[in-house]
């Protein structure tokens, strides 16, 4: 999952400063478990600009908005409205905003700040649990991601300055390594912690990516 926040109202504000006629919309996934976009959020957006003397053409809520097929559909429908508009502003991630200003030719605003892949730990509650490093080595973690988990994102740890299970860079924080070593020793799979990782290779992250799938006769 997509984890975001949503920017100040201030910030928005801002960005949308002379342009009146705005069309909001919100993504039914990520955004709404965030609540950062999701219906309920977005109508309080309205409602907001609404009394800020801007005129709301019209919203919507994508499933999900990173699918371009599906907003593509979602917003044909709203052509009227958004030829209407003077511009979007769109609560999700990144990949929601550059899908809606991808297939609009209308000025489009975040009014999200996208913070990273986690997980749903609880309800309001998400932590970073993947850094998409095209490389996971979770199988020789069994399962905890040293990337991640290590403030240092060692792959060969831990490091000397770990203290009683607690990272050297914020003692607050659990040692990522020593997390691992712990779920290993569980396992009984401690002998995992003697695999040597070797350095990954960093020409795979080359921006942006792509991966097409290929088609099954």
């Known amino acids: 999952m997509i984890i975001q926040e949503q920017k100040s109202f201030e910030e928005i504000l801002k960005n949308l400063a002379g342009e009146t006629k705005i069309f909001i919309v919100g993504c039914k996934q990520c955004a709404t478990v965030c609540q950062t976009g999701g219906e309920e959020q977005v109508k309080e957006m309205k409602t907001k600009l609404e009394a800020e003397g801007k005129t709301i053409t019209g919203w919507v809520v994508v499933d999900p908005?990173?699918?371009?097929?599906?907003?593509?559909?979602?917003?044909?429908?709203?052509?009227?409205?958004?030829?209407?508009?003077?511009?979007?502003?769109?609560?999700?991630?990144?990949?929601?905003?550059?899908?809606?200003?991808?297939?609009?030719?209308?000025?489009?605003?975040?009014?999200?700040?996208?913070?990273?892949?986690?997980?749903?730990?609880?309800?309001?509650?998400?932590?970073?649990?993947?850094?998409?490093?095209?490389e996971c080595?979770?199988?020789?973690?069994?399962?905890?991601?040293?990337?991640?988990?290590?403030?240092?994102?060692?792959?060969?740890?831990?490091?000397?300055?770990?203290?009683?299970?607690?990272?050297?860079?914020?003692?607050?924080?659990?040692?990522?390594?020593?997390?691992?070593?712990?779920?290993?020793?569980?396992?009984?799979?401690?002998d995992l912690m003697k695999e040597y990782q070797p350095a990954k290779d960093f020409s795979k992250l080359r921006k942006p990516h792509k991966k097409v799938l290929e088609r099954k006769a």
């Open 137 to 190: 080595v979770l199988e020789t973690t069994n399962g905890l991601c040293p990337v991640t988990l290590c403030t240092k994102s060692l792959l060969n740890g831990p490091c000397g300055g770990s203290k009683n299970g607690k990272c050297e860079v914020d003692p607050e924080k659990d040692c990522g390594w020593a997390l691992i070593y712990k779920h290993l020793q569980e396992t009984n799979k401690i």
């Open 65 to 134: 908005v990173c699918h371009v097929l599906e907003t593509k559909k979602v917003l044909k429908e709203k052509a009227a409205e958004l030829d209407s508009s003077d511009s979007i502003l769109v609560l999700c991630c990144g990949g929601g905003t550059q899908t809606v200003s991808q297939i609009t030719n209308k000025r489009t605003h975040p009014g999200c700040n996208t913070l990273f892949l986690g997980v749903v730990d609880r309800f309001g509650q998400f932590s970073e649990r993947c850094s998409m490093c095209a």
